[in-house]
């Protein structure tokens, strides 16, 4: 948890109508006599330099064996047809069975998988009810032996990760069957939730206990710019006196921001799912006081299990509670923008391999008619097995009518990870909405209140009611320049002074941002390139909100601090605030439309083309400038040096809120680093449902 996604430059191939490049990292060698090789099955960082040692023989083996969609290029039309106002089919949407009908693997394609896998040793765990996949469980050497390859030792992204030394193959009998293998490589391990408090100095987290302790800095502001700071030997943008950082939005402010207190909806009726791994034993609790505080309605929620996912003790690389804040954070943000809404978890008991498991359960149960994902991998260099999996699992997705909400990355244009932009998986797939991440000042609608930070977790207080606006958004590429602290400086009441000077020149170091750019691996799908123009691959995001952990959401959670265990709030970002808050949004248009609207991208471009109020236009470049010497927003922050309090000392720093340094910039109309913009209101409604 608090840590942006990691690196994976797996390799990475995936098949159907939206593939853009079909080519592996590593050339796959030539499959044995009666046996073809699976394209793609050796990630790129499994090669001969960073191969330390054999793995050993029995060492347990978790994998699914994937089947392809029968008639694949129908399903993924199927699922733009019933999506795509205009169509003859939209918003006719396919029952789970009429979909496993058409589309499923036939039964004795999975019985041929079984007994492959039995037959070398491999126990069978489970097969669900659309055929995607037969899971198994064995060793290392029974792995060998049925999938034809040596499986490896690599040092990779500092770790040490298990992969195959060539390319996986199969019986020359199951061409055709199985599509892909996860499990054989840990790839997966580098899965990671997309949040950040953007402190930078997050403590390590004690196996299997609460989250460890963090609060937002004080001095903080209750709304943007309640407090500001003289710097007056820092001058930055034109200016000397900066805003102080925001504490944190309580849900009244966010739903102010895109003009939920507008309407009457709340997202009563739906049922919006959102996804983990492991489970908070405090997640009840702790959303039920985090909404008593700031007035929002008791949630409800439920937590269960996707059946055949791997029950194995925890190891060092499954840190239960580094996933809690992030479970504990999307309930939050989805109760913020639809707190009519009904909320449902499904976990993986194990940390990021069953996370296919647990969409494709909500999916082909229809659990939901909206999806939230806040995980996915840096970049598009992703095990085949995963890209196969999950886009094929969307497409059943968008078919049955569930809207999948994906975090964009909290990585920005991801070249301080790869050398080169690009965009990551798994919001990248043309049958998701991609969400990216803006900061947002948020103020009074009317006379600001004189108030106390005791007035954050007063349900009665202004701060939790009606009476907030957005005064301006733009996009999410934080800047992070330090303001070196000096004996005069004043910060424990008004007027707040910093004599320091920035230690580097603006915009300082990149620190986080939302992630976006053009995809190498998909395709530009047809409802896109009608609205915004041709690309040479799939824009990333569609739509963008509340991201950046300067500007970012209030939260609440049993945390483990030094002197106890209990809840108390904190100020977080990242994309996986923005995907929830997204979703619940879409709870809120549902019920408005009287009927689930699934996925949104088709009617979010068409209602973008004719130009209305839909879209807050996210439009930094025009508002405030691109450069250095331009007046760009930013904000100063204070942070505790323990991450609990003042007693251990405080540290400075100015946080330009869309950093001009990277290649991501908000600009008029559509662009890659907040799509075609943020919800606007009721605009935003009566443009989708229309």
């Given at each position: 948890?608090?840590?942006?996604?990691?690196?994976?430059?797996?390799?990475?191939?995936?098949?159907?109508?939206?593939?853009?490049?079909?080519?592996?990292?590593?050339?796959?060698?030539?499959?044995?006599?009666?046996?073809?090789?699976?394209?793609?099955?050796?990630?790129?960082?499994?090669?001969?330099?960073?191969?330390?040692?054999?793995?050993?023989?029995?060492?347990?083996?978790?994998?699914?064996?994937?089947?392809?969609?029968?008639?694949?290029?129908?399903?993924?039309?199927?699922?733009?047809?019933?999506?795509?106002?205009?169509?003859?089919?939209?918003?006719?949407?396919?029952?789970?069975?009429?979909?496993?009908?058409?589309?499923?693997?036939?039964?004795?394609?999975?019985?041929?998988?079984?007994?492959?896998?039995?037959?070398?040793?491999?126990?069978?765990?489970?097969?669900?009810?659309?055929?995607?996949?037969?899971?198994?469980?064995?060793?290392?050497?029974?792995?060998?032996?049925?999938?034809?390859?040596?499986?490896?030792?690599?040092?990779?992204?500092?770790?040490?990760?298990?992969?195959?030394?060539?390319?996986?193959?199969?019986?020359?009998?199951?061409?055709?069957?199985?599509?892909?293998?996860?499990?054989?490589?840990?790839?997966?391990?580098?899965?990671?939730?997309?949040?950040?408090?953007?402190?930078?100095?997050?403590?390590?987290?004690?196996?299997?206990?609460?989250?460890?302790?963090?609060?937002?800095?004080?001095?903080?502001?209750?709304?943007?710019?309640?407090?500001?700071?003289?710097?007056?030997?820092?001058?930055?943008?034109?200016?000397?006196?900066?805003?102080?950082?925001?504490?944190?939005?309580?849900?009244?402010?966010?739903?102010?921001?895109?003009?939920?207190?507008?309407?009457?909806?709340?997202?009563?009726?739906?049922?919006?799912?959102?996804?983990?791994?492991?489970?908070?034993?405090?997640?009840?609790?702790d959303v039920t006081k985090y909404s008593s505080l700031h007035?929002?309605?008791?949630?409800?929620?439920?937590?269960?299990?996707?059946?055949?996912?791997?029950?194995?003790?925890?190891?060092?690389?499954?840190?239960?509670?580094?996933?809690?804040?992030?479970?504990?954070?999307?309930?939050?943000?989805?109760?913020?923008?639809?707190?009519?809404?009904?909320?449902?978890?499904?976990?993986?008991?194990?940390?990021?391999?069953?996370?296919?498991?647990?969409?494709?359960?909500?999916?082909?149960?229809?659990?939901?008619?909206?999806?939230?994902?806040?995980?996915?991998?840096?970049?598009?260099?992703?095990?085949?097995?995963?890209?196969?999996?999950?886009?094929?699992?969307?497409?059943?997705?968008?078919?049955?009518?569930?809207?999948?909400?994906?975090?964009?990355?909290?990585?920005?244009?991801?070249?301080?990870?790869?050398?080169?932009?690009?965009?990551?998986?798994?919001?990248?797939?043309?049958?998701?909405?991609?969400?990216?991440?803006?900061?947002?000042?948020?103020?009074?609608?009317?006379?600001?209140?004189?108030?106390?930070?005791?007035?954050?977790?007063?349900?009665?207080?202004?701060?939790?009611?009606?009476?907030?606006?957005?005064?301006?958004?733009?996009?999410?590429?934080?800047?992070?320049?330090?303001?070196?602290?000096?004996?005069?400086?004043?910060?424990?009441?008004?007027?707040?002074?910093?004599?320091?000077?920035?230690?580097?020149?603006?915009?300082?170091?990149?620190?986080?941002?939302?992630?976006?750019?053009?995809?190498?691996?998909?395709?530009?799908?047809?409802?896109?390139?009608?609205?915004?123009?041709?690309?040479?691959?799939?824009?990333?995001?569609?739509?963008?909100?509340?991201?950046?952990?300067?500007?970012?959401?209030?939260?609440?959670?049993?945390?483990?601090?030094?002197?106890?265990?209990?809840?108390?709030?904190?100020?977080?970002?990242?994309?996986?605030?923005?995907?929830?808050?997204?979703?619940?949004?879409?709870?809120?248009?549902?019920?408005?439309?009287?009927?689930?609207?699934?996925?949104?991208?088709?009617?979010?471009?068409?209602?973008?083309?004719?130009?209305?109020?839909?879209?807050?236009?996210?439009?930094?470049?025009?508002?405030?400038?691109?450069g250095v010497n331009a007046p760009l927003?930013?904000?100063?922050?204070?942070?505790?040096?323990?991450?609990?309090?003042?007693?251990?000392?405080?540290?400075?720093?100015?946080?330009?809120?869309?950093?001009?340094?990277?290649?991501?910039?908000?600009?008029?109309?559509?662009?890659?680093?907040?799509?075609?913009?943020?919800?606007?209101?009721?605009?935003?409604?009566?443009?989708?449902?229309?």
């Amino acid at each position: 948890m608090r840590t942006t996604s990691r690196t994976l430059r797996a390799a990475a191939v995936t098949a159907g109508a939206a593939l853009l490049f079909a080519a592996a990292a590593a050339t796959p060698a030539a499959a044995a006599p009666g046996r073809n090789a699976l394209p793609g099955s050796q990630p790129a960082w499994a090669n001969a330099k960073a191969l330390r040692s054999a793995a050993p023989a029995g060492d347990p083996v978790d994998i699914r064996v994937y089947l392809p969609w029968r008639n694949a290029d129908a399903a993924a039309a199927t699922a733009l047809a019933v999506s795509t106002p205009g169509s003859s089919s939209y918003r006719k949407y396919l029952t789970p069975q009429a979909f496993r009908q058409q589309f499923a693997p036939s039964q004795s394609s999975v019985v041929a998988v079984q007994q492959f896998l039995r037959g070398a040793g491999f126990s069978v765990v489970d097969t669900p009810s659309n055929n995607r996949y037969v899971s198994a469980e064995g060793t290392v050497a029974q792995a060998q032996s049925a999938f034809g390859v040596t499986l490896g030792e690599y040092s990779a992204y500092g770790t040490t990760l298990r992969a195959p030394e060539s390319a996986v193959s199969v019986p020359s009998s199951l061409a055709g069957i199985v599509e892909s293998v996860a499990g054989l490589d840990q790839g997966a391990s580098l899965i990671q939730p997309t949040n950040t408090t953007g402190n930078g100095n997050a403590p390590k987290q004690n196996h299997g206990a609460p989250s460890v302790g963090f609060r937002a800095g004080q001095p903080c502001s209750l709304w943007y710019g309640e407090k500001t700071v003289s710097m007056p030997n820092a001058p930055a943008y034109g200016t000397t006196t900066k805003p102080i950082a925001p504490c944190g939005y309580t849900p009244a402010q966010v739903r102010g921001l895109y003009g939920l207190d507008q309407v009457a909806a709340d997202g009563s009726g739906q049922t919006v799912a959102f996804v983990g791994a492991n489970a908070s034993p405090t997640l009840v609790q702790d959303v039920t006081k985090y909404s008593s505080l700031h007035n929002l309605p008791a949630p409800k929620i439920t937590q269960l299990v996707a059946p055949g996912v791997y029950k194995h003790p925890d190891t060092p690389q499954q840190v239960p509670g580094d996933y809690y804040g992030e479970e504990t954070l999307d309930a939050e943000a989805i109760h913020t923008t639809a707190p009519g809404a009904n909320l449902l978890y499904v976990a993986s008991a194990n940390a990021r391999q069953d996370f296919d498991a647990s969409v494709n359960h909500i999916v082909d149960k229809h659990l939901a008619s909206i999806l939230s994902i806040s995980y996915g991998f840096a970049g598009e260099a992703v095990p085949q097995g995963f890209v196969n999996s999950l886009n094929n699992t969307f497409i059943e997705a968008a078919a049955t009518g569930v809207g999948v909400f994906v975090s964009s990355g909290d990585s920005g244009d991801e070249v301080g990870n790869f050398g080169t932009p690009t965009v990551d998986f798994y919001a990248d797939s043309p049958f998701v909405t991609a969400v990216g991440g803006s900061s947002a000042s948020v103020v009074p609608t009317g006379t600001a209140p004189a108030l106390g930070y005791g007035a954050i977790d007063d349900p009665a207080s202004p701060l939790n009611h009606t009476g907030w606006k957005r005064s301006f958004e733009v996009g999410w590429q934080t800047g992070l320049d330090p303001v070196t602290p000096t004996p005069t400086d004043h910060i424990s009441s008004a007027p707040y002074l910093l004599n320091g000077t920035l230690a580097g020149p603006l915009p300082g170091t990149f620190n986080g941002g939302g992630g976006g750019g053009v995809s190498r691996l998909f395709a530009q799908p047809a409802y896109q390139a009608a609205a915004v123009g041709s690309a040479s691959g799939r824009l990333v995001p569609d739509i963008s909100a509340l991201a950046d952990p300067n500007t970012g959401l209030l939260v609440g959670q049993t945390q483990t601090f030094s002197n106890g265990t209990y809840y108390d709030e904190y100020r977080i970002g990242g994309t996986s605030v923005a995907a929830p808050l997204t979703a619940g949004i879409a709870a809120v248009a549902n019920q408005v439309a009287g009927a689930p609207l699934g996925f949104l991208n088709p009617r979010i471009y068409a209602a973008y083309k004719t130009g209305g109020s839909a879209f807050y236009d996210v439009d930094q470049a025009d508002q405030f400038g691109t450069g250095v010497n331009a007046p760009l927003p930013s904000v100063l922050r204070v942070n505790y040096v323990d991450s609990e309090s003042a007693a251990g000392g405080l540290s400075y720093s100015l946080r330009t809120q869309e950093s001009p340094s990277q290649t991501l910039h908000s600009t008029k109309g559509y662009d890659t680093a907040t799509g075609v913009g943020t919800p606007n209101g009721p605009a935003f409604f009566a443009g989708l449902t229309q």
